[in-house]
């Protein structure tokens, strides 16, 4: 059996089909034939299983630091199919309504600018929000009608995908009072059946709900057929694995190989030196006086071992999470 049980990161490119519970799963089977035991396991933000990409999952210490994730900023390509819109607005669902209009692709380049920035979305009906103690998705299966309030979210990019380049195709395309008219007969423009778009979004966005309101803004329906998390946080497709790679490591392949340590969910904030007699104190919960830095959140360090996140204000800094990590001085 391996030494210590081990602390970080598998970052898993998850296929379609596959739950992110399920995925847990099968990081903890693959932990537990590799003759580590029981290992607290968890991830970084769902992904349905319509869905493919970055699946951040945390292992040991690095489960602390999970809300943390989910509230990093996510980046998605996916895939918008006009004329048709579904109740669950993706492929799973039955069609609800439709449209025989197409926009020009540069009505959609025009559009995603009204897009960009804080917005209100309401989101899916088929969603796992809560409604009076039951999933908003439980309800809409049994057949209730699904009220969800409109939430402040924030698009921090959109942009169409591949090599098409926004500016240069809306700007050959005349608006109208600021919006594109995507029906106008004297523009012989390209159409689109369906286009494909890279949004950076903040917590609480639904792509799902993105892609129906980009529909109807162009005087059409739409719904998600293709959707991919390309980055969660500083985690990106580079450092992701597949799920054959994963299972190797049941079959013996060293964990190492594909294992991120926990500082490295850390990457956005900066780190806090300490000594053996401040790393000792830091454990013990006190506070650490007289810290000449700018105020705002650290991660504490004693060598290259995390030790604590911690909020520096005034000159004291005190501990939000403790990390006990081995190496650590006592």
């Known amino acids: 059996m391996p030494a210590h049980s081990p602390n970080g990161w598998i970052i898993l490119d998850k296929p379609v089909g596959l739950g992110s519970t399920q995925a847990v799963g099968a990081v903890k089977r693959n932990l537990r034939e590799a003759g580590f035991g029981k290992v607290k396991v968890g991830h970084g933000g769902t992904l ?7 699946l951040p999952i945390a292992l040991g210490e690095a489960t602390k630091l999970c809300g943390r ?3 990093a900023s996510k980046e998605y390509a996916f895939t918008v199919q006009f ?8 492929l ?33 009906a088929y969603s796992a929000l809560m409604v009076d103690g039951q999933r908003a998705y439980d309800r809409a299966r049994a057949g209730e009608d699904v009220d969800l309030k409109s939430r402040r979210v924030t ?17 050959s395309f005349a608006t109208t009072g600021g919006r594109p008219d ?40 739409g719904h998600v057929t293709y959707l991919r998390r390309t980055r969660a946080g500083p985690f990106d497709l580079a450092r992701a694995i597949s799920l054959d790679k994963l299972n190797e490591i049941g079959k013996g392949a060293p964990l190492e190989q594909v294992l991120l340590p926990l500082e490295a969910a850390l990457d956005d904030i900066p780190a806090l030196p300490l000594d053996p007699e401040q790393a000792r104190a830091v454990r013990q919960g006190r506070v650490l006086a007289g810290v000449a830095l700018e105020d705002g959140l650290y991660w504490a360090r004693l ?7 911690m909020q520096l204000l005034g000159g004291e800094a005190r501990v939000v999470r403790g990390f006990n990590l081995p190496d650590v001085a006592e």
């Open 182 to 221: 995507p029906y106008d007969p004297h523009a012989p423009l390209e159409l689109a059946d369906a286009v494909t778009l890279v949004a950076e979004v903040s917590k609480g966005t639904y792509i799902r709900s993105l892609a129906r309101d980009i529909a109807l803004a162009l005087g059409t329906r």
């Open 303 to 309: 060598g290259t071992v995390p030790v604590a996140l």
């Open 69 to 71: 994730m989910l509230d």
């Open 48 to 54: 349905d299983p319509l869905a493919s990409g970055v």
């Open 155 to 171: 698009i921090h990019s959109l942009r169409l995908a591949g090599e098409r380049s926004d500016e240069s195709i809306a700007s």
């Open 92 to 124: 799973e669902g039955k069609v609800v309504a439709t449209s025989p209009h197409r926009p020009p692709f540069a009505a959609v380049a025009a559009v995603l600018e009204a897009f960009t920035g804080e917005i209100d979305q309401v989101p899916p």
């Open 83 to 90: 004329g048709e819109e579904t109740d669950t607005l993706d």
